[in-house]
């Protein structure tokens, strides 16, 4: 069965003092991870260490990067390798959100590599896709997140396919406040599963994460969670306040 789960991305936000405090108050909420369920933490590098002490022995709790680059190692100053996460003992990693696409200009190829390298380190890679306003307006969103699956991921095998955790989130939904609607949200969630059914088969479709991000809040987290093809959410401006994450995780189907 696959697994339902609630990823907050920090982005570039808080202090060190600020993220262990931020921690410290979700830690110590009351929640309720079922099996099935998982929280991830997706926090900058530098507090990438500090999550993990928080939050080890924490049952189905996780700590992600942000990032990583697409080489094993060697001169690629500033940037930092899977290898050096893994050996931290970082087990996710998200690739491909949408600020790295725009303003660091990554391709679906170059992903596709980013994507290889975390599974060759048994990283799961959370996989962003997901179309801007002008695409969404023009009704090609299916064929311009087709594109981005078919570039980045239709290379892997179904072995490893069902290692990758997908997240939708439409650009134009991201910071603010406009969330896709329920309806909107499950239609480009079946879709991808249809395109992966397509390619690895029904079962192999099932066995896949897709998370929805894009103004998910501790009001609105139920909802589009309830929908048969959304398993769970990828969540900016809401996890950065602990109460409202703590209502998120707690929202997970
Ligand atoms: P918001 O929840 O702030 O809209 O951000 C969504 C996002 O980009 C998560 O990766």
Redesign the pocket.
Known sequence: MRKQIA?A?W?MNLTLAQGEQLLDEIIAAPHSLSNNQLAVF?VPFPYLTMAQQKLSGKQNVFVAAQNCYSKKSGAYTGEVSVEMLQSIGIQYV?LG???RREYFNESNHFLAEKVNICLEYNITPIF?CGEPLHIREADTQNEFVGKQLEESLFHLSAGQITKVVI?Y?PIW?????K?ASNEQAQEMHAFIRQQFAAKYGEAVANEISILY?????ANNASAIFAQPDVDG???????LIANDFTAIINALK
């Not at 939904?173 to 406040?177: D, H, M, N």
């Not at 959410?233 to 996890?239: E, H, Q, Y």
């Open positions: 990823a991305n982005k997706a998200v959100h949408s600020e962003c997240a989130e939904a991201i910071g603010t406040g969330t991000g894009g103004s998910v809040k959410g990828l969540v900016g401006g809401a996890s």
